[in-house]
């Protein structure tokens, strides 16, 4: 006879406290400005993924409520059924003219787009390679297509390479899934080289922007546009080779959601194909009015993605000057301080809570086993002041754990 379920759970909960990895809730109060208050104290907020503070900004806000004004709360169905609003398709037109696509997809998160777009795509029989350090949504997404799954690293991609001649006679198609910015390293996938092997080997890229919008590209459109404006790839190459484009709503763009960019023949597609689309209700009113507002305050200010991008360079190299462990040489707003040890991430995550700055502290499953990490967002409202507070707590915890 199996165990009582009462004690399944509790043995389950003991292992994960014995590793030092049980997770507990908190009550987070975000204030706007780059502010939180926490436990009745208010701290900077270095933990969030609003790269730009649009969350509580009052022209988004008030875009959110003019939208639920006007729509009412919610999408009350299937965007198949009933639950395509006036307000869905006005970001859907504004998201294809920023993205500077045939037509765009919306779907209730980040997650359900990615999912939901590669378990529509990819067919049992292809092949699908997957960086290792892809979001869980991606993995999900491969595992679930019944497509065959390979895993790279895109730090080695002669290897990908070796793979991808191996199977060069391969009847099914052929894909490539990553992510652009890697969320919990910070790094940028190598696009240019990844749409070379494409062209080369003749797959298909799907990427995820979900970290880069809103703060790569001229105004925010991702770091595929990144790659197209720098003139480092043929813009037609990139345009055959990276046919999928997944992006959020709920990072730079402070709202929820997600969506899928690309032509109409593949919107269509997705429309009748993928499951959490056609079988969840639609993003919320709201959502789309906010997500909408956000996109017009980063074509107006282009400046905003330049200015956190220099402060992340900035911060990175004064972090790394004094001897601490960062994962890449990139200027995404993602900075990954690696301690290793469980216990001494969450030792300093808590150090830095007494300071006045909050910030992820990221352990095993989530990242792999001895990377355990600080996590440290940055925002375009983070003052230069604030930066330099929070890099002097960092240099004072590194020195005292050195003596």
Same mark, same amino acid.
């Given at each position: 006879m199996a165990e009582p379920f009462s004690e399944f759970v509790q043995r389950q909960l003991a292992t994960i406290q014995t590793e030092g990895l049980l997770r507990k809730r908190r009550l987070v109060e975000p204030l706007g400005e780059g502010r939180c208050r926490l436990n009745g104290r208010e701290l900077w907020d270095f933990s969030s993924n609003?790269?730009?503070?649009? $969350?509580?900004? !009052?022209?988004v806000i008030a875009a959110a409520c003019e939208s639920t004004r006007t729509h009412g709360l919610g999408a009350r169905a299937s965007v198949l059924i009933s639950g395509w609003t006036p307000a869905h398709q006005a970001l859907r037109d504004q998201l294809a003219t920023f993205e500077a696509v045939e037509d765009v997809l919306l779907c209730s998160s980040g997650y359900a787009a990615c999912q939901g777009a590669i378990a529509a795509l990819v067919k049992p029989g292809d092949l699908v390679f997957c960086d290792r350090l892809n979001h869980a949504c991606l993995i999900d997404g491969c595992r679930l297509s019944g497509g065959s799954l390979r895993v790279f690293r895109?730090?080695?991609?002669? $290897?990908?390479? !070796?793979?991808?001649?191996k199977f060069q006679s391969h009847q099914g198609r052929r894909w490539i899934v990553t992510e652009t910015v890697f969320g919990m390293d910070g790094v940028l996938a190598p696009l240019a080289r990844l749409v070379e092997l494409a062209e080369q080997y003749?797959?298909?890229?799907i990427c995820d922007e979900a970290h880069a919008t809103g703060v790569y590209g001229s105004t925010g459109q991702g770091a595929v546009t990144e790659l197209r404006e720098s003139g480092h790839c043929d813009a037609d190459l990139i345009n055959r080779r990276i046919a999928v484009r997944v992006g959020t709503l709920s990072k730079s763009l402070g709202s929820q959601g997600g969506f899928v960019a690309g032509s109409a023949a593949l919107i269509q597609l997705l429309w009748?194909?993928?499951r959490p689309l056609m079988f969840s209700t639609g993003l919320s009113v709201a959502a789309c009015g906010g997500a909408a507002a956000a996109i017009r305050i980063l074509q107006d200010d282009p400046d905003r993605c330049s200015r956190l991008r220099k402060s992340s360079v900035e911060f990175r190299q004064t972090l790394r000057d004094a001897g601490l462990t960062l994962l890449g040489d990139s200027d995404s707003p993602i900075v990954s301080v690696v301690l290793e040890d469980p216990d001494r991430t969450m030792?300093?995550?808590?150090?830095?809570e007494v300071a006045g700055f909050l910030v992820g502290a990221i352990r095993p499953p989530t990242v792999p086993h001895n990377t355990a990490r600080l996590r440290i967002s940055l925002s375009s409202v983070h003052s230069p002041d604030v930066l330099n507070e929070l890099t002097q707590v960092l240099l004072k915890l590194h020195e005292t754990s050195h003596v």
């Open positions: 609003d790269y730009h503070g649009l $969350a509580n900004h !009052r022209e895109h730090s080695e991609l002669d $290897a990908l390479e !070796r793979q991808l001649q003749d797959a298909t890229i009748n194909t993928a030792n300093w995550a808590s150090e830095l």
